[in-house]
Each structure stands twice: as C-alpha cells, then as structure tokens.
C-alpha cells in the first residue's frame, strides 16, 4: 500500500459557495455605492419629463396603452419595452402613498437591473473564459465603474441598463448554445433575449459582431462556415438599425451636432475612441455633458489617431496575451461603435452613459491581465506582485467612492447642471438648462440671470431668447417679454414655440388681433401645435366670436384627446352657445382626466343651475371648493343657502 498522502480537492459544491459568496459581496458594494441615487429627485427638465412626468402614455397599462407604446417614438427613440418598464413603475409609484409622482420606485428599478447586469456579466465572462477569478475582476470593473453612474442614477436612461440586462443575458445563453451542447433551446432564447433588448435600446444592434468574436475566443479563429447561425440575428440587427435611424431623424437629433467638415470629422472619431479608453482606466473629471470644441479643434485631437495606431501596434505585439487583447478591445470598438460620431448625433460629443456595455471588454482585458499577472507569466517578483494586488484593491474601492459621488450628483437638474458649468464655465447650454429648472422652482431672477448667462456666451440661440421671454411673462413684464420673444423669431421664422408665446403676451395685453395673427403664424408652422390651436380658441372667445372658439377647441381636442383644459373651455363655449346639453359631457371629461379640477366643477355647477338642478350645482361647487377654487364660495352663499 502506497504511504503517499492523497491530495485533498475542495468539492464542487464549496468552490460555488466561495463563487457566489464573492459575487454576493461585489453586489453588495454595487449596491452601496449605487445607493445614493434611489434618494434622488427627477432631473425634470432633461428627459426624465418627457419620458416619465408628463407621459401620459405610461399611464395605461392597457392593451391600447400598450399597442401605443410599441407604435410610437419618444424623445427620438425606439424603445417599446422601456417605456413599458416605465408604466409598470408609473403604476407601483401611484399606489404609493407619498404625494406626487416618486422617483424612488423608478430609481430603484434601475439599479435592481444594475445589480442583475453585474451577477450577467459574471455569469457570462466564467462561462467564457472558465476562470473565476478574470469573471470576478472583470465584473468588478463593470460594477462600480463611475461612468457606470449616468446610467443606472438617471430615471432617463432605464433602456441603458434595460437594454444591458437582456444584451448580457443574450451573450450568455450564446456561450451555453454554441459550447455547452448545442442545444436550440439555449439559441432560441438568445435571440429572444437580443429582440428584447433591441426593443428596449438600438444600440443593442451591435450583439451579432459580439457573438462572431465570442466564436473567436473560444476557437481561437474564425470559419465562415460557423457564422450561418449568426445571419438571423444580423437581419434583425439591419432592421432595427433602420428603425432607429429614422427615430433620430424624425426627433432631429441629427441636426442638432454642429457642423465639421469631414476631415476634422475623422479626428473627432479618432478622439471618442481615445476618450472611452482614458476614462475606462482614469475616470477623472466626469462631467453629464461633453460638448463639440469650439472653432478650432485642440491639438490633441490630432494626436488620437497615433494613439489608436500605437494602442492597435501594441496588441499586434503582444505575444501570448494576443487572443486576449483582441476579443476586449473588439469588443469594446464593435459596441460603441455606434455613437463615436460616425453619425453625428446630440449636442456632446461623447457621453458616460455609451460605454455601459462597451466597457465589457476593457474589464475583460484588465480582469485577464490581473490573472495573467498572478500566475507569474510576467516572471515578477511575489513583492511586485503584491503591490499589483494592493493596487487593484485600492483602485476598486477609489471606484467605489467615485461612483457614490457620483451618483450623489444626479440628485437633481440643478445640482447636476451646477457642475456642469463648473467643468464647462463657457458653454451656453448648461447654463439655460439650470435656468428652465430654477424657472420650474418659481426662482425667476435666479433663471434670469443664468438666461442673460446663457445668451451672452451664444446670442444666437433662438431658444434662449425664447425661454427668457417665458422668465419675463411670469413675471408679468409683458413688453421685455415680447422684445424677447421677437428676437427669437427673428433669429428662427419656422420656431412656433416664441410665436405662440408672444400671442399670450399681447392677448393678456389685450390686443386680440395682434395675438390672433400669432397663433396662427404658430400652427402654420407646426399644424399639430395643439397649445397654439387652444390658445387661439381662447382669444376668441375673450373676442365673443364663441363659434370660432368651438373649432378650434375641436381641433385641439382631435390633436390632444386627454387635454383637460380644451375639454372645459370648449364647455364654456358651448354654453355660451346655449348648447347645455352639449356642455355637460365636455366638463365631465375634463374633471375625468383631472379629478382636481375645480374650475371645471364650478362650470360644470353653472350649467346644472341654469338647467334646473339645483343640487346637483350645488354639489359641484362644494367638490370646487374642496380642490381649493375660492370662487366657488361665492356661488355657494348666493345659490345653496
């Protein structure tokens, strides 16, 4: 009998439970660092209103809520299933019992899917690559990279993390097809997973190239033979492609990127390449907003594409490392391939939120070359090699606390926009973006003096102009209002928006003819400018011309069939018309789409007396009363006593 000791091997079983308690402590930190943002407020003016707060359209969760949402654009975007996301959040907020609209159950939402993005990508990269340790500091990376923070702290940017979530999800039930069986269930639910994903973001488009390069790493090369089940999934990335083109065109995203001739053109991609890696390894001076250089392009700009040679000759070199190198900088170039300005988009030149996915690959290089590193293929000293661990453990833990703060900064538009301009005192834009949200807080001179702000740094922003005229009319200074409302035509005759504003002003002026001509140069520019089209009923009513109200009442309503406001003025035109019987449901609808609204109850009252049901106008001007409209009392005394 041999007195040789038998090895003792840790069982399956223990090695998952180191696994998963790693795992369990990353998502903890994750989750730590992240939370900051579940106290945030909405960011009100940039996206989160038009997507949440004043999307009516989340607020059915019905089947022809629904169809709604997979048969519209918003804000430029395809993203069906996001919006979807959104209503299902919309109706958890509102059976909360905080008044208003919460942002928690939204923010909550996006880190939860941060959190289950985290457990995918290490799922995926130990399925890959069977080294738990390169899934382990590859996810980390992932996890509680800074840039990492727009996405998951911004209620706007669920269909990043949406999006994340099923595209991860898809590369893993890939990796279990193709290397664990070949089995179609595992192929059918990838493609599942990478149609959801398309359904919740375009950029998910890119997952075929990936799937090609996982065949790569595994294979070590690539047979066009192996590639025939990828063609699906390429069909359905062109058409989704196209769909997403003509979003952004039709929002004009695409117009709204200053204008560089196609040479310097070339050096603004070479530098959003440059710019993802530097901030991938050094994440300093983060910033919601990188804007377009202006006049001339900075030195450095030239300089990106020898980096991009140097970085390409440096993989070329890299020996055994190579196989490596390639799948994590290919993945990383074929994901964010789409937003390094090969089509012109927005206003910035680069932003955190795109490399969500992207820096996949640059966590896989690093967590590969952390194991690389470890098991002494580089020959270094066990000295050396522990000062590389220390490091990497103080580099987490800086990524931890960066991310916090972070996300603390996302806490509101203000706070956010704040230092914005601390990073960008020169730019025009975050300056009007502060101003629209102290507007939004009623704190007029603050905005207008970051107005005046805005439009000395670019006085040819036609919109400035026009959002300083909106400071002027609240405050009721009608003539600096119009002056500014003028230059904004001036600067931009097909602009509705100050025609519309402008129209206001002279009615509340008195001058009727004048606002007329207004809003109706307003909805000849834009015929679905519904505000204008009410806007313009309302001006003839105050003229006494009630039929030519009613039309336009009637056009408003056909535009915008859930406008409260359209629904009680055209109330009132009707029963100015005598038409009491027509008035009655008008009001009813308005107070459906508005429980709260007293004016509505008080007219509504008005037509019940004047047809003889004295209880019932009684009744309605005590529900007008209790929403808090006074003129009701009056009624009250003189009708009820």
Known sequence: MSNKKKKIQASPIRKNKNIFLFIGVLLAITFVSYYPSVKNDFIRNWDDHEYVINNVDIRDLSATGIKKMFTSYYIGNYQPLTMLSYAIDYKLAMNDKSPGLSPFVFHTTNLILHLLSTFLVFMFIIKLTGKKEVALASTLFFALHPSHAESVAWIAERKDVLFGFLFIASLYFYTKFAYEGNKMK?????????????LSKSAAITLPFVLVLIDYYKNGRLSIKGQSNKIPFFLLSLAFGLVALASQKSAGATTMAPYFPMFERFFLICYSVVFYIVKSIAPIGLSAMYYYPKGELPFYFYLSPLIIIAIVWGIHRSGQFKKELIFGSLFFFTSILLIIQLVPLGRTITADRYTYIPYIGIGFILGQLYVYIKESKLHLGDYIKNILFYSFFIYAVLFSYMTMQRSA??????????????????????????????????????ALADFNKGIELDPLYA????????????LKDYNSAIKDY??????DRKYQLPFNNRGSCKRNQGDYAGA?????????????????????????YYMKDYSGALQDYDRTIKLKPDYPDAYSNRGVAKYFLQDYKGALPDYDKAIQLNPNYGEAYSNRAAVKFYTNDRKGACDDWQKALQTGYSSATQMIETYCK
Not at 188 to 198: A, T, V
Not at 463 to 474: I, K, L, P, S
Not at 516 to 540: C, M, P, Q, W, Y
Request: negative net charge.
């Open 186 to 198: 595992h192929y059918y639910i990838c493609m599942l997973l990478f149609i959801l994903s398309c």
């Open 409 to 446: 900064l996302w806490k509101d538009s203000i706070t956010l926009f704040t230092d914005v301009i601390a990073k960008n005192p020169k730019q025009s834009h975050p300056y009007l973006v502060r101003a629209a949200a102290e507007m939004d807080m009623s704190e007029f001179k603050l």
């Open 463 to 474: 919109e400035a102009w026009n959002n300083r005229g909106n400071v002027y009319f609240n």
């Open 486 to 491: 003028t230059k904004a035509i001036e600067l």
């Open 516 to 540: 007329l001509e207004d809003f109706s140069r307003a909805v000849e520019i834009d015929t679905n400018f519904f505000v204008a089209f009410h806007n313009r009923g309302l001006t003839k």
